[in-house]
């Protein structure tokens, strides 16, 4: 109770210090965005505003939305972006009747500065649905070909040519699910036992061809969250192991694990979590890692460190303690600044959740942006130091995934 009365008593102050009336916002304005890439923008997607959006991390302001499918299902809105920075590619499923009725899939092309959809293009509806979503399609590296992961519960991939506009196949992979970019019209899948399956596109079709196994799902399974930095995919297992696939070649290439904890850290139960905890930043060659303690099996609980790796060394460098999402979003609600004695009583008394999901943008001076699942709170920290640059107090009501071009 003496917690509560003294939170309430910063919002009190919050309050005492805000504007009583607030000045009126002109309506009716259509906006476009830079054609140049905003410097440290990224998207995030909201699981109950059922959108993905654009917000600026130096400004703090949210520039443009996507809303796609029918409200209540088709969730995941992971948006692809064309290599020439013009369009965005999002796989949207809808149906007749809101909930109910014919559905139909499609990709839909939007205008990246606009943001108004320029073509649609069926697919079979099977699209998957899955949480948190990050592997559900993907942009092979010509930016041609969209492949879209469907679940029926047969496991497949529909094809895509976004250039000429038109659906190309759906090729069964059986055992098989989630998709990544894997070179020029090729993709990677995961496998059941281990494995991973490629599946190459050309004029003719799609053929897929499978590998030996590299990992062991039985003793120590991947995570989908997996980042890119050049040819190479970085993927964590649940005790932290780092398996890393090379794309470049014209087969698979698997190198050899390497751990992201020594054995006293293990030992302190410290783990990897959350729903999307890698980010990598490939000009400096660092991977950032969202972690926690826990024991066994809380893989996907949220983190209140990231720990920071220098991947040619293969060991750690950094540690960056994360704000606190519950108190920045308590800031924003109550307007009190950051800094003061209220903003200070804040992060003493609230209980910090943690971030659900991490993103490290790919410039000169990289931020680190980091969302928590429930607050809709975004911090933004610099991601060579790890200092709080500052906080983005409402993003939206459940943010989950970052994306960035």
Request: proline share 7%; net charge negative; aromatic share 8%.
């Amino acid at each position: 109770m003496r917690r509560l009365a003294l939170v309430l008593a910063a919002f009190a102050l919050g309050a005492a210090g805000a504007r009583a009336e607030l000045a009126p916002e002109p309506v009716g304005k259509v906006f476009t965005l830079p054609e140049r890439p905003v410097p440290h923008g990224f998207w995030l997607s909201d699981a109950l505003l059922h959108r993905t959006a654009l917000f600026d991390a130096d400004s703090g302001e949210l520039l443009g939305t996507l809303t796609a499918g029918t409200p209540g299902v088709g969730f995941v809105i992971a948006p692809l972006f064309s290599k020439d920075g013009r369009e965005i590619y999002l796989a949207e499923t809808y149906y007749a009747r809101g909930v109910r009725g014919e559905r139909t899939d499609v990709v839909n092309v939007y205008d990246a500065t606009t943001l108004a959809p320029l073509h649609e293009i069926a697919i079979p509806p099977k699209r998957a649905e899955y949480f948190p979503g990050n592997a559900a399609n993907a942009l092979s590296d010509d930016g041609r070909y969209a492949a879209v992961f469907n679940a029926t519960p047969g496991a497949s991939v529909s094809v895509v040519d976004v250039r000429a506009r038109r659906f190309v196949a759906e090729v069964p992979t059986p055992g098989c699910g989630l998709v990544f970019a894997a070179g020029p019209a090729r993709f990677l899948m995961l496998c059941a036992d281990g494995a991973a399956l490629a599946v190459a596109v050309d004029e003719r079709g799609a053929r897929a061809e499978r590998s030996a196994p590299f990992f062991d799902p039985n003793a120590d399974p991947l995570t989908e969250k997996a980042v890119r930095r050049g040819a190479e995919w970085l993927f964590v297992s649940y005790e932290g192991l780092v398996h890393s696939v090379d794309v470049s070649g014209p087969a698979l290439a698997f190198g050899e694990p390497w751990p992201l904890f020594d054995d006293a850290q293990r030992a302190d139960g410290w783990r990897v979590g959350g729903g999307q905890h890698l980010a990598v930043h490939a000009a400096s060659g660092r991977l950032y890692a969202l972690v926690h303690q826990g024991p066994k099996d809380t893989h996907k609980d949220p983190g209140r460190e990231v720990w920071v790796y220098d991947l040619a060394a293969r060991r750690r460098v950094q540690r960056i303690e994360l704000g606190n999402p519950l108190a920045a979003l308590v800031r924003a609600q109550a307007g009190i600044a950051r800094g003061g004695a209220a903003s200070w009583l804040l992060d003493a008394l609230l209980p910090n959740p943690g971030a659900w999901s991490i993103l490290v943008t790919q410039d000169e001076s990289p931020v680190l942006v980091a969302t928590a699942e429930g607050p809709s709170s975004v911090l933004v920290h610099d991601a060579r130091t790890g200092a709080l640059l500052r906080e983005i107090g409402e993003a939206g009501l459940a943010p989950t995934l970052l994306f960035a071009p």
